[in-house]
């Protein structure tokens, strides 16, 4: 019987010890000591890999496609033409520009400046036939033969014909200046239709790689819509977006880590190349580029990275990790007290301990 309730009671007894073990180890993992060690103070940003010079195509004019000159993976050069747009349109405009200009053509207006030139003729004839008529009246007035009313009527008669001779005149030199003027815009007209007709041919600004083409033949082509992208094809960047809470501490020259979905469990540097000065005001966010230190083997447009850029590095300092703090700056020793620290640096871990406790110290976790 004694045997039985022995063997009855062993399985209690290690349970008993188990879970007083269990206990144990649970208060031995919530304690610590404060470690010296090297810690990193960082900014986080994500953001997307982009081609240098990458670009997003767009047209000057409006119109149909017709004719698609790329594909996505073709390398292009600088004024490569990649898409054809109908003009025709812009083709009756130039032919009507050109009509225009044979019209208001000086030459072709000549019979008009012919017959003002008649009229000044005819108008200078009349106008030294009645200032002789006017002198002969002033010789019969002077011998007293005649009337002061026939004097006054020679001398209006001349004054309207002097009158009409310089209106004659002055009509020929303001249809020489419209006809010259008008002349001279129809010619611009035709050559601000010529000038446009490129347009109608969508060319590469830059030389690179065609990376997406996003309209097809066919479709209407507006100058709001970009109509392809373009970049670099072996030259990439890191561009990321910095909250503005931390943009002040960003700089160029910094370094940074970062990782990529399409590369995991690796870990590349990079290091900081522009900050934009214009904050989004939407995303309460800057534009920040980096170029990699040594980039991995393959890199495409619009890859997702997350980055963590290097603000500073101290090494040999006291830390303990975050969630043994409270309040911003309390720790609790082993023997229950509260304590005040100073705390340096921090990362996403780790907090540096300035003053208010030693690595001898043992602190516990708080309660979570």
Avoid at 15 to 22: A, M
Avoid at 39 to 65: L, P
Avoid at 267 to 290: C, G, H, R, W, Y
Wanted: proline fraction near 3%; glycine fraction near 4%; charge should be neutral.
């Amino acid at each position: 019987m004694v045997y039985y309730l022995y063997h009855m009671c062993k399985p209690t007894i290690f349970i008993s010890l188990t879970v007083l073990f269990f206990f144990s180890c649970r208060r031995t993992t919530e304690q610590i000591s404060p470690l010296r060690e090297s810690i990193t103070e960082s900014v986080y940003a994500s953001g997307i890999i982009k081609s240098k010079n990458q670009y997003q195509v767009f047209s000057t004019v409006s119109g149909v496609i017709k004719q698609v000159l790329v594909t996505e993976g073709d390398l292009v050069k600088k004024g490569d033409p990649l898409f054809r747009l109908s003009d025709a349109t812009a083709r009756l405009n130039r032919d009507n520009a050109r009509l225009a200009a044979d019209y208001a053509a000086v030459p072709a207006n000549a019979d008009k400046l012919n017959q003002v030139k008649i009229d000044i003729e005819v108008a200078k004839a009349n106008m030294l036939n009645n200032a002789s008529l006017l002198e002969k009246q002033r010789n019969l007035w002077s011998q007293g033969i005649g009337t002061g009313n026939d004097l006054d009527q020679r001398q209006l008669t001349y004054t309207n014909s002097v009158k009409a001779y310089d209106a004659a005149r002055l009509r020929y030199s303001d249809l020489q200046k419209q006809l010259n003027f008008q002349s001279k815009q129809a010619q611009k007209n035709v050559e601000l239709t010529n000038s446009t007709a490129g347009d109608f041919i969508v060319k590469s600004e830059v030389t690179g790689k065609v990376y997406n083409v996003l309209k097809e033949l066919g479709e209407m082509v507006t100058i709001q819509n970009p109509v392809a992208i373009i970049g670099d094809d072996n030259n990439f960047i890191i561009e990321l977006q910095v909250d503005e809470y931390d943009i002040t501490r960003i700089k160029p020259g910094q370094k940074l880590v970062l990782t990529m979905d399409s590369y995991k469990g690796q870990v590349f540097e990079a290091t900081i190349s522009k900050i934009d000065p214009l904050m989004n005001a939407q995303t309460k966010s800057f534009t920040v580029e980096a170029i990699f230190n040594v980039p991995p083997a393959a890199l495409y447009p619009n890859l997702t990275v997350e980055a963590n850029i290097i603000i500073q590095v101290k090494d040999h300092v006291l830390t303990i990790p975050r969630n043994y703090i409270t309040d911003d700056n309390i720790v609790t020793l082993s023997t229950k007290e509260k304590r005040k620290v100073t705390i340096g640096l921090r990362d996403y871990q780790k907090a540096e301990i300035v003053s208010g406790i030693t690595e001898h110290d043992i602190l516990l976790k708080p309660a979570q």
